[in-house]
Structures are given as C-alpha cells and as structure tokens.
C-alpha cells in the first residue's frame, strides 16, 4: 500500500489549499483514508476522512465549515480542499489509511490515528499573512 500526499505549500491567510492523496496497493475499495495534521510543538489531529462504506467524516464541527474531502475513484485519489486558511491551519498534514473499516460507523476510525495501518510521508502547509 502506498499513500502519497501532495499540493502543500504557503497560502495567504483566508486563501485555498487544495491537498491530494493517491492510494494505491489496496485489493478493492473497500479502504478508509483519513486526513490528520500536525502543527509544530502539538500532537497530531484528525481533520477528516472518508470511505465508500461510511461516506464523508469531518473530526470537528468547525472544520467541516472550511475543509472539503472528496474523492475520485477513477484515480483513488482523496482531496482535502482548504478554504479561509487560518494561521493555526499551518503544520504537516498526512494521508493515512487501511483496509475494510468495520460494518457500523464509529467516527474514531478516520479521526484517532491509532486505526490507521498506512501513511503517507506528509504535506506541509504553511499559512502566512
């Protein structure tokens, strides 16, 4: 399995990011990716997730305001879209993923990293005026 971020770099308080992961390696579709960030000095936090099982997951109300995820399955690529970027939005954010979420909806398993089996190496953002 293989998860490569890009689309990272510096963007102007209030602009867009737009961050993409490729997956590759999984044996179907059946595959839950969840996008995490971490800001310099903090721990690493849930931002959100999806997978054709569960659909769209947000880690926090005031981030579905801001963020978007979705998906393409013709490529398997998952897309973080970034809008209103706010300086405490700066940090890595990584891709990471595994196979065959469970049947019934738990939000921890795209947001508590300790589910995820595969990660990507990481994007930087950095949100400057």
């Known amino acids: 399995v293989q998860l490569v971020e890009s689309g990272g770099g510096s963007v102007q308080i209030g602009g867009s990011l737009r961050l993409s992961c490729q997956a590759s390696?999984?044996?179907?579709?059946?595959?839950?990716i969840g996008w995490f960030r971490q800001a310099p000095g903090k721990e690493r936090e849930g931002v959100s997730g999806r997978s054709k099982r569960h659909g769209n997951i947000y880690c926090e109300e005031s981030l579905r305001n801001r963020f978007r995820i979705s998906f393409d399955d013709g490529t398997n690529t998952v897309y973080l879209q970034m809008t209103g970027a706010r300086l405490d939005d700066s940090g890595v954010y990584f891709c990471a993923a595994f196979f065959q979420p469970p049947r019934f909806y738990r939000k921890d398993y795209y947001c508590d990293e300790s589910f995820m089996k595969n990660w990507g190496k990481g994007v930087s953002v950095t949100v400057g005026s």
């Open positions: 390696g999984f044996p179907s579709e059946d595959y839950a």
